[in-house]
């Protein structure tokens, strides 16, 4: 890598001397530039970098120290998806908080974005859940009539989902497919069940509901340099053993092989000259000084609302619609999984919030003939209970002490209800609809002058009938494990899977980017993410993002040498 | 809690009957006096400030001051967390009595046992 060095600083001067650009602090070279340290930017840094190839990863956000999260963690009052990360000021993503403080969401319904911007991006509070789509996941279009095809059959990804799986270090069990067909067995032997996941699946036996141990990318044995699962609990927001696979472990490896890690440096800007080729990017950083990076092919890996707003804010004379949009779909097709979370007290106790938050789910929701009426869906059983919903035993102890307990007879009470907890959360595939977008605001701004997103997110009637129905399936489970004080939380809760946003496909005019994720208008631009998902199936999106990803490790090579 | 013996109290000891309508309360004999400390000081500087003094000076007052600020020291021992002022703050994480009270290894965040623990019930 060139790096911040003497040549490349003094090529810039150069340049900037025949008045060609802006004198900058921090100018780099490198022959592929990869926005985004989170799975997909990590995963092909690091492939690229074994390879030879000259890589700089640059980042918005700060590096993170584990210890210190967990100490943020333990110290924060309330402790949310983002209690252990950084909130800097120059790299902005949305708080739970403060849900308008960053991206300003239209309606009519509620997004509910979630991610992070730090190195090794949201994998940092992932749940580590990782479903394979289902062959019938990529045709929805031929199989029920609904929105698109993707553009790649489930045969052309197959090899590259064993692939992730080795990557990330994904425990399943042997036997088990659930519905997408295996080439080879995962990687790590299963993770094994918590005692509430075992009565429920007792209670399940027989019914069409039978839930079946998740394929999660958390050590079962000592992998990669990293421990074994010792159940702390706290998978999400924060692994503090890292036995839960993050991203860091790929920016790692991709440092190690020779890239160049720029964190702290926030791009604002893709410059494009009049041969559709990007010529660069420009980023600025908290002190307020500029930066430029020059390649001879570009990455984006920003997630799926970062990398539309990048796109789009860096409109110009030469694209006028923004980089990559001569489709006009850029920011379009937002979707999400929106859930219905259910939540009960099971007569006997279960003794939840021990080990992995997720351990099991039923699967054989997720396909059927009845899909072009309503959604596929996939059911967790939740091992942290009302976490989720509520967050965590802490609601419970407030509601026991605001109800007059004291003493003796509150610790009872806490012990009875805490050990019988139980949650049931049902992920709808939602299709995707041009309308739901992300836009740059350019009115709003952020602290570095940026514009922020803006979201417009309306659900329908499909995902209606999704809920309306999961809500009827959880009825039926919780009649099965024994349970009283059924509750639902009413409409939808948002998943936070931000998918849709730049999405793949052979046509440019209906698609952004083409099956190896190379942009229709820009020969030397990927965009890489969950936005290239042409639909979102009923499956946690990151081990399919990683597949995606290392797939396109070699057209990204191959671009560089052409 | 006796009554009449009270009267008169200094700072000091105060907090000493703090400490006791404290494990009164929570029906926990070991509590941590630097985390009492924490919590005394805050509800001393609290709108509880009044009720607080009175409940230390006579031992018990039957009114919805005396009830609300009961209810704040059982929360601040069962979460941990207390309010200084405008903010919430935790005074200790992995000493809030919630986690002794459910049947949990301990709190979230911390290493508690070899892979598979938790396919066994607990205790």
């Known amino acids: ?562 | 809690l006796g009554t009449g013996a009270w009267r008169g109290a200094t700072a000091e000891n105060s907090f000493d009957r703090f400490m006791d309508l404290s494990r009164q309360l929570t029906g926990q004999t070991m509590l941590d006096p630097i985390v009492g400390r924490l919590f005394y000081d805050a509800l001393a500087q609290s709108e509880h400030a009044g009720a607080l003094a009175r409940l230390l000076a006579e031992g018990k007052v039957d009114d919805d001051q005396a009830g609300a600020l009961e209810e704040q020291i059982v929360l601040q021992w069962f979460t941990g967390i207390y309010r200084s002022g405008a903010a919430t703050r935790t005074a200790t994480y992995e000493g809030a009595l919630m986690w002794s009270a459910m049947a949990v290894p301990g709190p979230p965040g911390f290493c508690h046992g070899g892979l598979g623990f938790w396919s066994q019930p607990e205790g």
């Open chain 1, 1 to 562: 890598v060139a790096s911040a060095s003497g040549r490349s600083l003094k090529d810039e001067r150069d340049r900037s001397a025949h008045g060609e650009a802006p004198v900058t602090d921090d100018a780099l070279a490198a022959e592929v530039a990869i926005v985004g340290s989170g799975v997909a930017g990590a995963l092909v840094a690091a492939k690229l970098a074994q390879r030879g190839v000259d890589v700089a990863l640059i980042e918005a956000g700060p590096k993170i120290s584990r210890s210190d999260a967990l100490d943020a963690y333990y110290k924060a009052p309330v402790r949310g998806l983002d209690a252990p990360y950084p909130k800097p000021a120059y790299a902005p993503y949305p708080l739970r908080s403060d849900p308008d403080g960053y991206c300003i969401e239209r309606g009519p319904d509620p997004f509910g974005p979630s991610y992070l911007r730090v190195v090794g991006g949201t994998t940092w509070h992932w749940e580590a859940t990782c479903l394979r789509l289902l062959p019938e996941d990529l045709r929805l279009r031929s199989r029920f009539g609904l929105a698109v095809d993707w553009p790649l059959s489930y045969d052309a990804l197959e090899p590259w989902y064993g692939a992730a799986e080795r990557e990330l270090g994904v425990a399943g069990a042997a036997t088990d497919d659930l519905g997408s067909p295996r080439s080879d067995a995962y990687p790590l032997p299963a993770m094994p069940l918590s005692y509430l996941d075992l009565q429920v699946a007792k209670a399940l036996a027989g019914s069409p509901y039978l839930p079946h141990p998740t394929p999660q990318a958390r050590n079962t044995v000592p992998w990669n340099d990293r421990p074994t699962c010792c159940g702390s609990a706290s998978c999400v927001p924060i692994c503090p053993s890292a036995a839960k696979y993050d991203a860091t472990v790929h920016v790692e490896q991709a440092v190690a092989a020779g890239a160049q890690l720029l964190d702290r440096s926030v791009v604002y800007r893709i410059d494009v000259d009049g041969n559709r080729r990007i010529t660069g990017l420009r980023f600025r950083r908290p002190e307020r000084t500029e930066g430029h990076v020059r390649a001879k092919v570009y990455v984006l890996a920003a997630h799926g609302i970062e990398t539309p707003k990048l796109l789009l804010i860096s409109r110009s004379e030469r694209s006028p619609d923004g980089i990559a949009n001569s489709s006009g779909l850029v920011g379009r097709n937002l979707m999400d999984h929106p859930y219905k979370l259910s939540w009960a007290l099971t007569d006997q106790p279960l003794w939840p919030y021990r080990g992995p938050i997720r351990l099991s789910g039923v699967d054989s929701t997720r396909r059927g003939e009845w899909r072009a009426e309503r959604p596929a869906f996939r059911i967790s059983i939740d091992n942290a209970a009302l976490s989720w919903p509520l967050g965590g035993p802490v609601a419970t102890v407030r509601a026991l002490i605001g109800e007059g307990l004291r003493g003796a007879d509150l610790q009872r009470a806490i012990r009875h209800q805490t050990s019988r907890q139980i949650g049931v959360f049902s992920m709808t595939e939602q299709l995707p609809d041009p309308a739901n977008r992300i836009e740059p605001d350019f009115e709003r701004r952020d602290a570095l002058g940026i514009p922020r997103p803006q979201i417009h997110f309306r659900l329908d009637d499909y995902t209606g009938k999704g809920l309306a129905f999961a809500e009827t399936v959880h009825e039926q489970i919780f009649g099965l494990i024994g349970t009283t004080a059924i509750q639902h939380r009413a409409g939808a809760t948002p998943g936070s899977h931000i998918m849709g946003t730049y999405r793949m496909g052979e046509d440019p005019r209906t698609s952004v980017v083409d099956p190896d994720l190379r942009a229709h208008d820009h020969a030397n631009l990927f965009l890489l993410g969950s936005g290239v998902f042409p639909t979102g199936g009923a499956a946690n999106p990151t081990l399919t993002i990683a597949a995606l990803a290392l797939r396109a490790a070699d057209p990204i090579r191959d671009a560089v040498q052409a």
